[in-house]
């Protein structure tokens, strides 16, 4: 089993900023992608974005030159680093990761808690 532990998130003012964390522990081999994704009161949740193991990315328009994603493998770690936050941003905030628990098993996504997200205008 794998567990994820989210924080950092809170309330801030619009333009303002924000670092999420993602800490992943338990029967880990190896982690595939990392990312992560939100979910408004309402709506659907949504890729905002994610990282692979060679680190490439991948952002959602909405977020591009605003938001950055990063990872530590040493630590299992994924962050979301968020500036010029604006209120459309408000929203939970989920990690997900790619786990494979052995050289051949298959890779299974796991989900953090949620951590709330507020952009005040």
């Known amino acids: 089993q794998v567990q994820l532990v989210e924080s950092g998130g809170g309330l801030v003012q619009a333009g303002g900023s924000l670092r999420l964390s993602c800490a992943a522990s338990g029967n880990i081999f190896s982690i595939n992608a990392m990312g992560w994704y939100r979910q408004a009161p309402g709506k659907q949740r949504e890729l905002v974005a994610t990282?692979?193991?060679?680190?490439?990315?991948y952002y959602a328009d909405s977020v591009k030159g605003r938001f950055t994603i990063s990872r530590d493998n040493t630590k299992n770690t994924v962050n979301l680093e968020m500036n010029s936050l604006k209120a459309e941003d408000t929203a939970d905030y989920y990690c997900?990761?790619?786990?494979?628990?052995?050289?051949?098993?298959?890779?299974?996504?796991?989900w953090g808690q949620g951590t709330q997200v507020t952009v005040s205008s």
């Open positions: 997900s990761v790619r786990v494979k628990s052995g050289k051949y098993s298959y890779a299974i996504d796991y």
């Open positions: 990282i692979t193991s060679g680190s490439s990315t």
